[in-house]
């Protein structure tokens, strides 16, 4: 079974969206939630979180930035394309419900990540602060639908070419300093974003949760290529996440892992083959 690619959008020169037809797929999706997509029989598994899902329209959408072989791939492919496995929704939904205010950040491609969490908070009646942070202005994504989903929405670059200048951590360091207080802050981006977000909310005595998404390779916990150390133990972001208390992480341990496979993902854009040896050309 192939799944047809209905819409694609570029957000960015090297970031854009992709909305797939799958039904049963949209039909249970959550935030927090993933999916493992393959382009073909050649191609290697890679996981996406899910940006969006449409349950009357039967679609989930994706958002992608190109960073190696097969996100490389993708770009290549328009509407009326298909990919053949697009498998889901995997991973653990992220507990929302009881929160009244809360503080939802996304530090660039992680913002995508971040809507459906704002999206869904606002629905349960939540008061939403939302704080992303980007390069630059031409790096900013979503904006327009992350205005629909907050209360307060704080864009910040780090050359201040969008009008406010610093990480996002200044940011919410501000709005703690103002006497904000938070039942909880959802983070989501780079690692180093995510433990700075932790640092500071555990300064503050406020619950962090983060999503973490290491290599993957079956999305099911078998190959254990997704292991993150959480208060000292191991688990594996693919079946026990990929949403974890972010006080508890070991995050030198995962900025170690992040670094292993960078050679490796290098070398197979430049060659233009799969990490199985494929190819591009399938022969």
Known sequence: ??????????????????????P?????????????????????????????????????????????????DLSLLSAGDTVLDFAGPLGMPTPLQGLKKVAVIGGGLGTAIAYPQ???????????????????RDCIILE????????????????????????????????????ERFDEVIAIGPLVMMGAV???????????????NPVMIDGTGMCGGCRVVVGGETKFACVDGPDFDGHQIDWDAALK????????????????????????NHG
């Open 1 to 22: 079974m192939a799944y047809k690619i209905l819409k694609k959008a570029d957000l960015t020169p090297q970031i854009f969206l992709l909305e797939i037809e799958a």
């Open 24 to 72: 049963l797929i949209a039909r249970k999706a959550e935030p927090g939630q993933f999916i493992v997509l393959r382009i073909d029989e050649y191609g290697e598994r890679v996981p996406f979180t899910i940006a969006d899902f449409d349950r009357e329209k039967g679609t989930v959408t994706v958002i992608v930035q190109v960073v190696g072989k097969t996100t490389k």
């Open 118 to 136: 704002a999206k869904k908070l606002k629905a349960l009646g939540a008061e939403v602060t939302v704080i992303t942070g980007f390069r630059n």
């Open 144 to 179: 327009k639908e992350m205005q629909k989903v907050s209360d307060k929405l704080i864009i910040t670059t780090d050359d201040g070419s969008n009008g406010v200048q610093g990480f996002v951590t200044d940011r919410l360091r501000e709005e703690l300093e103002a006497g």
């Open 198 to 212: 932790c640092k500071l909310t555990k300064e503050y005595d406020i619950p962090a949760i983060v999503s973490m």
């Open 257 to 280: 892992r992040q670094q292993m496979f960078k050679e490796h993902e290098r070398r197979a854009c430049e060659e233009g083959t799969c990490r199985i040896g494929r190819s591009n």
